[in-house]
């Protein structure tokens, strides 16, 4: 198994600013996604965390809107660049094999 | 791309009762997970479960691939076992780890 671990748990920020999310597991994994959980909803793939290259974004994301990083097999981060209220999302970062996937505890986002 | 619908959505169990919960996909896949995720919002993975069945503890998993369905059985139900359920699939289908989620299955167990 892995333990996966976010930070922020939570923020609160101003429309039109920009927040980085980091995503740290405590083993080499071969893949990482994010998945965007919006209130009340079922998760959606934002993209998946390429190692060493650029990010594979699932339709309606895109790179300028959610840079992703993954320098390396246990890290990442997810930046949400010049938010607005329709951000305000619980952010979720996922690593694993294709037979088992580990969560991890999310980060709560409210932009007002 | 693929398409996961889960029912029912909504249910309310009293303590101890049993319960199906119910996932169909609109296209073969090699992969299909279930998960729990409790009321403070933290996913688990409870079954990989591409075909065939699986147990664990009060908790077992059914696929039948070739109809595209999957059924998650919740035996002598307990109040930690509320929160939604979810089933996924490969977004394209096959056996990725890139996955599509049904809107899932709020379960709701009363003492």
């Known amino acids: 198994s892995a333990v996966i671990s976010q930070k922020p748990s939570r923020d609160i920020c101003q429309r039109g600013t920009s927040l980085t999310i980091q995503c740290q597991v405590d083993?080499?994994?071969?893949?990482m996604f994010w998945y965007r959980q919006q209130p009340g909803q079922s998760l959606t793939l934002i993209a998946t965390?390429?190692?060493?290259?650029?990010?594979?974004?699932e339709s309606g994301f895109v790179i300028d809107k959610f840079p992703i990083s993954r320098p390396n097999l246990t890290f990442s981060t997810l930046t949400v660049s010049n938010m607005s209220p329709e951000d305000s999302s619980i952010y979720l970062c996922?690593?694993?094999?294709?037979?088992?996937?580990?969560f991890g505890p999310g980060t709560r986002l409210t932009v007002l | 791309g693929i398409q996961v619908e889960q029912s029912p959505p909504d249910l309310i169990l009293q303590e101890g009762a049993n319960s199906t919960l119910r996932c169909n996909f609109s296209?073969?896949?090699?992969?299909l997970q279930w998960f729990h995720q409790n009321p403070w919002g933290q996913l688990i993975n409870l079954f990989y479960?591409?075909?065939g069945t699986k147990q664990n503890g009060r908790l077992s998993a059914t696929t039948v691939a070739t109809e595209r369905y999957s059924l998650l059985y919740i035996s002598s139900s307990q109040t930690t076992d509320s929160g939604v359920y979810f089933c996924?699939?490969?977004?394209?289908?096959?056996?990725?780890?890139?996955?599509?989620f049904g809107k899932g299955t709020k379960l709701s167990v009363k003492p």
């Open positions: 965390a390429n190692q060493g290259s650029e990010a594979t974004y």
């Open positions: 083993s080499q994994v071969t893949m």
């Open positions: 996922t690593a694993g094999t294709v037979t088992e996937q580990f």
């Open positions: 296209d073969s896949v090699n992969n």
């Open positions: 479960i591409p075909s």
């Open positions: 996924a699939v490969p977004m394209y289908g096959g056996s990725q780890g890139n996955l599509i």
